[in-house]
């Protein structure tokens, strides 16, 4: 029976094979129809073609899809004039579709809590294994950076928000279901084409450039580091990160899933006060303070270039150092 089961066929091909509770997430947000279509809608199809390989009529369908996508359980593009609708594709991406949903209920989020507790870390030993890098990374804040080389447009949070199309902000999808830290919620950024479908689902809001700067500001100074699609151009997403609730440091390797910047951080020993501020606002545990006069140093090995530490220096003996020349990643 659990091989005929849909719930758990579609919790398999998100990638979570013999989980527990992530077909249980599903069945409270799709219906039997629904799974159907979803289990149908990949390779992406229209709405005819959808009714035909399901037998549900094409009004019908049309409807549901309409419903899904708001569910964020699919997905359309319209390259060719007609919406053609594809379901999602990993658990990630479940994640953080579905949770900004607007009939989410709490017994749906506190699911999707259970899941992140009991289930995320095993499903990452799997993808960490069948990475060929890392999918996101540390965009360094805006410090004081000595670099050789020009800092690179995709590399600046700033000059990111600068160019970009459009812009939105939603909640923060793991501090939705989680939220222990008491960091703001309503401070994850969307850019371009996740702007545009935030803002077609209603799970976030259309933001001016000076409200993103504000934004990136806050999170800077809240402790809050910045990740985007490990890509050259930034048309997507830009998190900021928590130590406690975000999905990324939950995984047993986070640097597998998660590149660092270019960058580490520097200490002016002379300047440092030897105040412990910095240990504070440090994630990764990179910072400490040694010597008969106590100094921080830099575990260049944890340290991922974030920059969280220099926002708040007193004496600003901090910077950020290029260790690395840049690099082409892809567009």
């Known amino acids: ?72 359980l699919v997905f359309f ?5 007609e919406s053609r609708y594809y379901r999602v594709k990993t658990v990630a991406q ?29 499903f990452g030993k799997v ?29 600046d949070v700033r000059e990111i928000i600068n160019q970009a199309r459009n812009l939105a902000v939603t909640r923060c999808t793991c501090r939705v279901i989680d939220g222990k830290c008491g960091k703001p919620l309503e401070i994850c950024l969307q850019v371009n084409r996740a702007a545009d479908y935030a803002i077609l689902r209603g799970t976030g809001r259309k933001i001016t450039k000076e409200e993103a700067i504000i934004l990136l500001h806050q999170a ?21 990160c928590c130590r406690d609730c975000c999905m990324n440091w939950r995984l047993p390797n986070p640097y597998k899933f998660v590149d660092s910047s270019r960058f580490k951080a520097l200490v002016n ?36 270039g974030c920059g969280l530490c220099t926002v708040t220096c007193p004496t600003e003996a901090i910077t950020l150092k290029e260790v690395r020349p840049p690099e082409v990643i892809p567009v």
């Open 127 to 155: 993808v960490e294994g069948l990475l060929p890098k890392p999918v996101v990374r540390v965009i360094p804040v805006g410090a004081t950076i000595e670099s050789k080389a020009k800092i690179l447009a995709f590399e």
């Open 77 to 81: 593009s319209k390259k060719e004039g």
């Open 1 to 72: 029976m659990a091989d005929q089961n849909p719930y758990q066929e579609l919790a398999k091909l998100l990638g979570a094979t013999g989980s527990r509770i992530l077909p249980r997430i599903i069945e409270m947000i799709a219906d039997d129809k629904e799974i159907n279509i979803l289990l149908a809608a990949f390779p992406a199809a229209t709405v005819s073609e959808l009714s035909n390989k399901t037998g549900i009529p094409k009004d019908v369908v049309e409807v549901i899809v309409e419903d899904m996508f708001l569910k964020g």
């Open 269 to 304: 020993a002379d300047e440092c006060l030897g105040c412990q501020t910095c240990l504070e606002r440090c994630f990764f545990d990179a910072i400490t303070l040694d010597g008969d006069e106590p100094k921080a140093r830099i575990n260049l090995a944890r340290c991922v």
């Open 220 to 240: 800077e100074k809240e402790g809050l580091v910045h990740i985007a699609d490990n890509r050259q151009k930034v048309d997507h997403i830009i998190c900021n």
């Open 94 to 122: 479940f994640h953080d579709s579905s949770i900004l949903w607007k009939g989410a209920t709490k017994e749906f989020h506190h699911l999707w809590k259970e899941y992140m507790e009991k289930e995320w870390k095993e």
